[in-house]
């Protein structure tokens, strides 16, 4: 498969997307009523181990610094994450085996209806949203153990009972462990049960994009780093488990000279009463009559940097699947997907945000393709 597209990926939902690995896993565990579309081979019980940013265009590009998961890779085909290509969108969709549109994560950052008000659901910085409401149905993990599957998810401490790990992760008996050779332990103990389905979180290298980009020494060997950790932990595991490796997003390395400062340009902000989403996908929260003319001065300024759509068109388009109700009023009413390798950014407001190198959250296949990695033992 090729490095390079020039056009968006839309999403696989239900047929070879980042929703459908729990709920293909817990099938190929031979639970009855679960639908295997993802073709798992059967097993005695499965880890799923997802490393943050590990997108498959990247893999494939830099194979040679991870020889185990790039030897896995050879012959299989991408998944493709959802819209946005964001981290706390992607692990609810792992976790409840749903699109956005009905799960509500939309975004690193979405308005609360009813307020102008934003949800940081990565860092769920708002104690009076609850999660449970927020994200009100069933986790894949909650309707495996109704159906007799032992669940656990193993991440660092800090994450648990967050509100992220509430909404996408639910059901499932948490682990708390912060070092590789904690997190590879816990994850034999609970494989080690039979009909059992165990998640892996590993965020480092996502860090490492952000802050160094993707072309930088200091990614390199932090991918090295998670590929010897997928090694050693499938050295580990027992057997008769097999390991599915996956991701949540790849990454764009952003060019200084096409990041777009709002700040700079406070005319595109004009009928904009809230400044949503992330750098590389704008929530856009327009005043009342003017979501026509925000898109149309956003289209002319973006020429062909961004994919600029109205929420209308996203929802028709499929970007988030089919849209629940109270979902809606979460989306943006203008969306701005950048294309390449630009970003739209403000200084002034959020400087750490504008200073990052590696992003993502749009729709380029660099973004969008994850890799699907199964070793299962034999």
Known sequence: MTTICAEGVLPHYFGGSL??????????????????VLGLPQAESYVVFLVDGLGWNLLRSRAEFAPYLSSLADGTEPLTCGVPSTTATSLTSLGTGLPPGAHGVVGFTSRIPGTNELLNALE????????????????????????????????????EGSGLSIASQRGATFIGADTIGERISAAVRAAAETTSLT????????????????????????????????????????????????ADHGMVDASPDLKLDVDQHPHLLQGVHLFGGE???RHLYC????????????????GENAWVVTRDQAIDEGWFGSV???????????????????????????????????LHGSLTCDEMLVPLLVDSGD
């Open 279 to 281: 750098a590389r996908f």
């Open 199 to 246: 998640y892996v979180y590993e965020g480092e290298l996502d860090s490492t994009g952000h802050h160094s980009g993707t072309r930088s020494w200091a990614w390199e060997h932090q991918l090295s780093a998670a590929d010897a950790f997928a090694a050693q932990l499938r050295e580990a595991l027992p057997r008769q488990t097999a390991l599915v490796v996956v």
């Open 124 to 159: 769920w910085d708002r104690d009076d949203v609850d999660p449970h409401v927020w994200q009100p149905h069933e986790t894949a993990f909650e309707r495996a153990a109704t159906a007799g599957v032992s669940t656990t998810s193993v991440s660092k401490r800090r994450f």
């Open 287 to 302: 005043d009342e009559g003017a979501v026509e003319r925000v898109a149309f001065e956003w289209r002319e300024q973006m």
């Open 324 to 358: 629940d109700s109270h979902v809606r009023a979460r989306l943006g009413d203008v969306m701005v997907a950048s294309r390449g390798s630009g970003a739209v950014v403000a200084t002034e407001q959020r400087p750490e945000e504008a200073a990052l190198i590696g």
């Open 19 to 36: 929703g459908d690995v729990i709920p293909s896993a817990v099938a190929a565990l031979g639970t009855p009523g679960w639908s295997n």
